[in-house]
């Protein structure tokens, strides 16, 4: 076990797919994995292994923001020798290029956190995907005739800002998106020698303020879900 991770030895498969929300993290689990068994609920953050098409696969939370997500898949890293993770969220849009349910395979993340400076000593403001998982993602995608969009994102460590318009460093990296996550996990994959890659789906569009709906929400993500699914059992 790990401190903020209760799961026993050998319980959280090598492969792990980590939304931010632990209820969307159920329910992939009981709508997607078959035998499905909860391995860990600390701080109601949930973690569930079962099988998909045969292969076996962890689900589990990240919560949000660099910090939350810096702690759970260092310790999957770490601790139960988990070795890709896919997190999957949604994000939202800069630009109105971008139409709302597009899916995003995160081909750079920058950010203004001082997360990987800090923990663990790497200046660069931008995180590339690590190990093979994010070429695995766009091969299956082109496999199932989905589209993917290869885009670069602003992970943020703020959701509410005074300032409206668009940050520094967001202009700099001509991020298209922005969202809260993939650039501390990246960063944790890369010290560790590890394979990580994020699917975004675009929920909003900031200029015009459109937003997915929270009936349209689930069933939104699904395409998404799906594809990380199909991704995973390819690792």
């Known amino acids: 076990m ?3 991770i209760t799961a026993p030895e050998g319980s959280i498969a090598p492969v792990v797919l980590m939304p931010g929300d632990p209820l969307r993290a ?3 689990a009981t709508q997607f994995l078959t035998d499905a068994a909860l391995v860990s609920s600390t701080r109601n953050i949930f973690y569930y292994t079962g099988q998909y098409k045969g292969h076996r696969i962890s689900v589990g939370a990240s919560g949000m ?3 939350s997500i810096g702690i759970y898949s260092y310790e999957l890293y770490s601790n139960y020798q988990v070795q890709h993770i896919i997190r999957i969220g ?9 139409q709302l349910f597009d899916i995003i395979n995160v081909a750079k ?11 663990l000593g790497f200046a660069e403001e931008v995180m590339l995907p690590q190990g093979k998982a994010y070429a695995v993602i766009n091969e299956t995608s082109a496999e199932r005739g989905q589209a993917v969009l290869d885009t670069t994102v602003h992970t943020s460590d703020y959701f509410y800002r005074a300032n409206p318009t668009l940050p520094a460093i967001a202009a ?23 394979s990580a890659a994020c699917l ?25 879900i799906e594809l990380a699914l199909e991704s995973a059992i390819r690792l």
């Open 2 to 4: 790990s401190i903020h």
């Open 26 to 28: 159920k329910l992939i």
């Open 65 to 67: 923001g660099c910090p």
């Open 90 to 98: 949604t994000c939202g849009a800069y630009h109105n290029n971008l």
């Open 109 to 119: 993340a920058a950010s203004e956190s001082t997360f990987a400076k800090e923990a």
């Open 172 to 194: 700099a990296h001509k991020c298209e998106v922005v969202e809260m996550e993939s650039f501390a996990l990246f960063a944790n994959a890369r010290y560790l020698g590890k």
């Open 200 to 224: 975004l789906t675009v929920s909003d569009i900031i200029p015009t303020q459109q937003k997915i709906s929270p009936d349209q929400r689930e069933q939104s993500l699904l395409p998404m």
